[in-house]
């Protein structure tokens, strides 16, 4: 068909590729494949359920143009420090420099212009003092909030760009493998996501960007695996969310919106942080393949709750002879998913601590009311794997100096929080693997984590293609 470009997901690294590429190039051919809904399709019933009912043959907050950051908070950090390990790639200053034109891109279609986190610095110092006081390290990263029903708006008018101006983009579409002949890729092969067996049909081009984003994280190791692409045991980050009143929270939401902060705490020394924090938020659930439950945050511009909730989460790192992360992490969570019958379980911090399960009568007579409506008050401690436990609770009683009453009987801790970005794939400066025309992009190749990086990798790799690419 002619296709100069063929972008399997589109997430933000995908999305951006095919935007800047365009805009570079618009004559070049771009074919973008999505095995989700268009963005003015996607729709999580759990509003008017209440509970989570298993959409098949995905889940619409995962899945869809924009992926599941279409359905987050929205947060774009606008740091190099933050976002996974790109910079180290690419360049710390020239990570900074395409931070500010990405962000450029998000306010020409519609992001707010307020840039939380920057404005009372001695207040940010008192901050600082306490984390420092906790063993704790504060992150200084200004943060632009979209809100979940202004993401929603922003990837909508991303995507009538997009179709508007001539890319190709094929919803409801699996790519189920790609084509490698003679160590160059030569296409990809495509499938109907909604059928169980569907013809497969073979689409030939000699540049393909795999951005399959954190839900295809498995997929592409396959991929790695089946098609020697170069690759590696990446960090897993295995945790909980964490849920309070927002008078708890009130200084830091006031101050900085989100508090990144990072602590290394006895006896492991294992690198634990906080991750999405959403003032005035809803904890929510995310489902991967095989109903697998996650829990996850967010929180929208006009509709708030009591509560503030954000991620604890734990770094782990293995060595020979193990070589699944992504594994690993899915093993824990479904033992917690079993634990609460195919849902989020939820347990309160004192709870932990006395050695006991939380009861649904106990959370009844909280000062935390849980915005998940349907998690199971259970036991996290008999799922967690000590170690992660161990160092989850030993960093919320350190964050309890900078925030005190975190630490709080009442405290509720939900799980499991995974991020299934553990396989890294080995790509060079262009982002190229070791197939000859093959890139990989994204929190699945396991360099991104999070809006803002995800979507500047694609802004570079559309940037890079357009000096390269030829007629296919």
């Not at 290394?264 to 439950?293: H, I, M, W």
């Not at 009311?369 to 799922?383: H, K």
Request: hydrophobic letters at 35%; charged letters at 25%; a neutral charge.
């Amino acid at each position: 068909m002619g296709y100069d470009l063929i972008i399997v997901g589109a997430g933000p690294s995908g999305i951006f590729t095919a935007y800047e590429l365009n805009r570079i190039n618009p004559e070049k051919k771009i074919l973008l494949i999505e095995q989700g809904k268009p963005m003015e399709k996607r729709r999580c019933p759990k509003d008017r359920t209440k509970e989570c009912i298993n959409c098949r043959p995905f889940c619409d907050i995962t899945t869809g143009f924009s992926g599941a950051g279409a359905f987050s908070d929205g947060k774009l950090s606008l740091s190099p420090e933050v976002g996974g390990d790109l910079p180290e790639l690419i360049g710390f200053e020239y990570a900074r420099e395409l931070i500010e034109y990405t962000d450029k891109i998000y306010i020409e279609f519609g992001a707010d212009l307020r840039v939380e986190g920057v404005e009372d610095d001695q207040e940010i110092k008192e901050i600082r003092r306490k984390a420092i006081e906790a063993g704790l390290k504060l992150v200084d990263c200004p943060i632009r909030h979209l809100g979940t029903e202004r993401a929603q708006y922003i990837y909508g008018e991303i995507e009538k760009y997009l179709i508007d101006r001539g890319i190709e983009i094929r919803f409801n579409t699996k790519a189920v493998d790609i084509i490698v002949e003679d160590g160059k890729v030569a296409g990809v092969v495509l499938t109907d996501a909604r059928k169980r067996s569907a013809v497969e049909e073979s689409i030939h081009c000699d540049t393909v960007v795999v951005s399959a984003g954190r839900k295809g994280a498995d997929w592409l190791k396959n991929l790695c695996v089946k098609h020697n692409i170069s690759h590696k045991a990446g960090t897993v980050d295995i945790g909980v969310r964490v849920e309070v009143r927002n008078e708890v929270m009130e200084r830091v939401n006031n101050v900085l919106y989100e508090s990144k902060l990072i602590g290394y705490p006895l006896p492991f020394r294992d690198k634990v942080r906080t991750f999405c924090q959403n003032p005035g938020g809803f904890v929510s659930q995310e489902n991967y393949d095989n109903n697998l439950a996650v829990v996850n945050g967010h929180s929208y511009k006009n509709r708030k709750t009591n509560n503030t909730n954000l991620a604890i989460l734990s770094s782990h790192n293995f060595s020979y002879p193990f070589n699944e992360p992504i594994k690993y992490g899915t093993k824990v969570a479904e033992l917690m998913n079993m634990l609460g019958d195919g849902k989020i379980l939820v347990q309160r911090y004192g709870d932990i601590l006395d050695g006991k399960r939380t009861w649904q009568k106990e959370l009844s007579r909280s000062n935390v009311v849980p915005t998940l409506p349907d998690a199971v008050a259970g036991d996290l401690t008999s799922a967690m794997p000590y170690r992660a436990m161990t160092n989850i609770l030993n960093f919320i009683e350190a964050l309890n100096t900078v925030v005190p009453g975190f630490a709080g009987t009442e405290t509720l801790l939900y799980g499991p929080e995974v991020k299934f970005y553990s396989n890294k794939v080995e790509i060079s400066k262009e982002f190229e693997t070791s197939v000859k025309g093959l890139y990989s992009l994204g929190d699945a190749s396991g360099w991104t984590r999070g809006l803002m990086m995800a979507s500047l990798m694609g802004v570079r790799m559309g940037q890079i293609l357009a000096g390269s690419i030829g007629k296919a």
